[in-house]
């Protein structure tokens, strides 16, 4: 995966030489609740295949006592100009998100206006609880690495992510807790799992001639 191995460069860039384990260390400090962690097979694979690649080298191996011997690795001219490259791509790009519960939602009449309310009133709380943890992150930590103080230094780019990935949370959250609202209400009706009847009139819709045009018009108004 691109952002696996855009981190992993990107780390040994910053703090090579360095091993692999202090790699993983740094990346699992930045987790956020509720976002999947890369995992350790994961980041070795992209040293590994970095160093194949001819992106980062070997700077040489060592074993302290009786632990595993540890590799050291640094950034090559080639690296340095893949993570400029990939860099600026990245931020320069704007892409649809897989949200899972984006896809699931799309069958939503499946469930009962019940357990959708439930559901969504639950997906709210735990939206809320993570805000709630990283605006205590925030509040115990400090931006100014000179006056730390016993405080963790987080970077002020790295804190202004952080905030947005909470406003990010807190719209979900709200979204939630309205659509369950308006299911209760009734002003929302998700109507009933697909029947024959139902089917019969979606195949009819799509396998029409004017089916294409229609979408692409869709999209049109959508990407103005």
């Known amino acids: ?9 990107g ?8 091993h692999g384990y202090l790699v993983r260390r740094e990346l699992d ?13 994961s980041i070795y694979h992209a040293l590994k295949k970095l160093t194949a690649d001819g992106a980062i080298e070997v700077v040489g191996t060592e074993s302290v006592d009786a ?11 080639a690296g340095e100009a893949e993570f400029q490259r990939t860099l600026r791509e990245k931020l320069w790009e704007v892409t649809a998100s897989d949200d899972p ?30 805000v709630e943890m990283v605006t205590q992150v925030l509040a115990s930590t400090t931006s100014d690495f000179k006056e ?7 970077p002020a780019h790295a804190r202004a992510m952080i905030k947005r990935q909470a406003d990010l949370w807190a719209v979900d ?29 979606w195949r009819e819709a799509i396998s029409s001639d004017l089916f294409p045009t229609r979408v692409a018009q869709w999209r049109e108004g959508i990407e103005e």
């Open 67 to 77: 632990r595993p011997a540890r590799t050291t690795y640094r950034i090559t001219a």
């Open 1 to 9: 995966m691109w952002s696996t191995r855009l981190l992993v460069l």
């Open 148 to 154: 730390a103080n016993g405080e963790a230094f987080v």
């Open 29 to 41: 400090s930045w987790r956020l609740p509720g976002v999947s962690e890369i995992g350790a097979g």
């Open 101 to 130: 519960f984006h896809t699931a939602w799309t069958f939503a009449q499946v469930l009962s206006p019940a357990e959708n309310i439930a559901m969504l009133r639950q997906r709210a709380e735990t939206l809320y609880g993570r």
């Open 173 to 201: 959250a709200e979204w939630c807790e309205q659509t369950a609202d308006r299911i209760e209400s009734g002003d929302l009706d998700l109507g009933p799992d697909l029947d024959a009847a139902h089917a019969a009139y």
């Open 11 to 18: 780390l040994v860039r910053w703090l090579g030489p360095v």
